[in-house]
């Protein structure tokens, strides 16, 4: 077993009480991939943002759990060494769905874990995070549970159906469990396609009637927002453009997530924004420069549009540029 504290990485706990006090939220920010990872560390490092790099369960199983390991610790080692750069940096398992799963992550050197027992009968759902919560916390390893099933389809997760978080549960959860963060679902869901809305019309709000209701039942307490990507029309006409398929593809609009940001949310999971800009550029230099073979030609690119991405989002959405 490897402590992440070697690993150079932290926990949320500390970062999460300042985002708490200052008003804004961490980014979560998801990678399957080096170019992905390295535009996270460079877009964080130059808004001298705190950062949680997640890992989903499928992106452990492409990666590889071992090279991803080390990967992770270049990251940290590349923020320090290459770009001077201080800014506390959180390695997440997202939506681990078993107790052996985040046992193996916290072994691997991760500092936090998320239980998904969100589709779990209530009691079973306390049960597992609990057991989970035991384990991790015998190594100060942070463990953010879910409340609440968010619509859409995020690998392994699925939901037909969002079930809005009750606020009526989430003093029980958290006191039962022991999690140091909750995910909880207010109308913000997974993938590219977070609204059935018709041409013209906007995205419905957020449920920010539940969320006040949940931050007076846990005053103080770390929400999580999932399925948190805004969706760039600008990205998916780029797909479309150049033969991408993404009609209709819509997420959740900014000036809301600026708003969850300065209340308990402090931490906001973006991952299909991510995708969709790496995607947009790939498809991009393939259409207008057919003669390219050399990734590093078109992933080179990709890279820098997602770090600018990433910069902007930092600064302008979640508020978290020179927080660190």
């Known amino acids: 077993m490897v402590h992440y504290s070697e690993l150079g990485f932290v926990n949320s706990k500390e970062i999460f009480k300042k985002a708490i006090d200052g008003g804004y939220a961490i ?25 949680i790099l997640q890992v989903s369960k499928g992106a452990r199983k492409y990666a590889n759990q071992t090279l991803l390991r080390y990967m992770a610790e270049g990251a940290v080692q590349m923020a320090r060494n290459d770009l001077k750069s201080n800014i506390p940096i959180v ?13 193996s992550c916290i072994e691997m050197g991760f500092s936090s874990v998320m239980i998904d027992g969100s589709h779990l009968p209530y009691e079973e759902n306390i049960a597992l995070t609990k057991k989970v919560v035991d384990y991790a916390h015998r190594y100060d390893v942070s463990v953010e549970g879910e409340l609440g099933v968010l619509a859409g389809i995020e690998e392994h997760v699925s939901a037909e159906k ?21 995910a909880i679902s207010i109308g913000t869901s997974h993938g ?4 059935k809305i018709k041409p013209g019309e906007t995205p419905p709000p957020l449920r920010f009637d539940i969320l006040e209701e949940i931050e007076k039942r846990i005053p103080g307490f770390p929400i999580v927002l999932h399925g948190s990507s805004s969706v760039p029309q600008e990205y998916v006409e780029m797909c479309n453009k150049y033969g991408g398929k993404l009609e209709g593809a819509v997420g959740v609009p900014e000036d809301q997530l600026r708003r969850a940001a300065k209340s308990a949310v402090c ?10 800009v790496v995607t947009a550029k790939i ?18 690119p990709a890279r820098e549009a997602l770090k600018e991405l990433i910069k902007r989002k930092n600064i302008e959405v979640l508020g978290s540029a020179n927080k660190a």
């Open 192 to 195: 590219a396609y977070k609204f």
């Open 283 to 300: 498809r991009e230099v393939f259409a207008n420069q057919p003669e390219v073979f050399d990734p590093r030609k078109y992933l080179g």
């Open 91 to 103: 390695l997440h398992l997202d939506h681990g769905d078993s107790y052996e799963l985040c046992v």
């Open 27 to 51: 980014p979560g920010y998801n990678f399957n991939n080096m170019e992905q990872l390295q535009a996270i560390i460079m877009g964080c490092a130059e808004t001298n943002s705190p950062v």
């Open 162 to 182: 969002s079930h809005y978080t009750n606020p009526d549960d989430v003093e029980d959860f958290v006191k039962r469990t022991g999690v140091d963060s909750l």
């Open 267 to 276: 931490k906001i999971n973006i991952d299909t924004d991510g995708r969709l």
